[in-house]
Structure formats: C-alpha cells, structure tokens
Nanobody, 125 residues
Framework: QVQLVESGGGLVQTGDSLRLSCAAS????????MGWFRQAPGKEREFVAAISWSLGGTNYADSVKGRFTISRDNAKNTVYLQMNSLKPEDTAVYYC??????????????????WGQGTQVTVSS
C-alpha cells in the first residue's frame, strides 16, 4: 500500500502564492504518476496537474496553466504544487493522488488508486 499526506494549505488573498506538498510512504515503487485534484463546495472533484514519477513529464488543467507548477523530489518521495496568482475560484480542498498504471489518463481520477486526506485552500477576494 501507499500512504499520501498533504500539507501546505491555508487562507490567502487573491494574487498570493502557496505551495502544497504531498509526502508518499509505503510501497512507493508502485507509483508511476502523481497527481493533484481539487474539489470546490458543491462541485465535482476535478483534475489540476500530474507528473510522471520517473520521467518528470507533466500535465495541467487549462484553468491552472501558467500559474501552477507541479514538481517532485524523488529522494524525498514528495510531490509539490506551486500555486501562483491565486484566484477565488481556486478555493477548494486539494487532494494528492498516486497511480500505479503506466497506460492511463493523467487527468482521470478513476486511474488513481492512492489518495491523501486533502488540504483546504481558501483564496479571499
């Protein structure tokens, strides 16, 4: 099994930056891809960004391109989400997820087997 623990959420103002972290433990050698998803109140969970654990290839939702950056530190088994120029519409619970599937969609939550507990990000206007 793989355990994921997010940290770094909080309350910020429009235009501010925030960095989320996701620490993985357990059978991390199973992980092919790590992703970030978010869920705003009253909305379905949506894809934010993903990164290949070994090669480092990235994918982003159109809504965050140019503002958010996903990265990883393999030595620390940690994935980061650097969020810049935050907007009120970025307010959500952010979830870290891990996928063991090599042939899968980076943006489909159904392809992720491992999930963290979520961290709240609130952007005030």
């Amino acid at each position: 099994q793989v355990q994921l623990v997010e940290s770094g959420g909080g309350l910020v103002q429009t235009g501010d930056s925030l960095r989320l972290s996701c620490a993985a433990s357990g059978r991390t050698f199973n992980i092919y891809r790590m992703g970030w998803f978010r869920q705003a109140p009253g909305k379905e969970r949506e894809f934010v960004a993903a990164i290949s654990w070994s090669l480092g290839g990235t994918n982003y939702a159109d809504s965050v391109k140019g503002r958010f950056t996903i990265s990883r530190d393999n030595a620390k088994n940690t994935v980061y989400l650097q969020m810049n120029s935050l907007k009120p519409e970025d307010t959500a619970v952010y979830y870290c997820a891990g996928s063991p599937r090599t042939f899968s969609s980076a943006s489909s939550e159904q392809h992720y087997d491992y999930w963290g507990q979520g961290t709240q990000v609130t952007v005030s206007s």
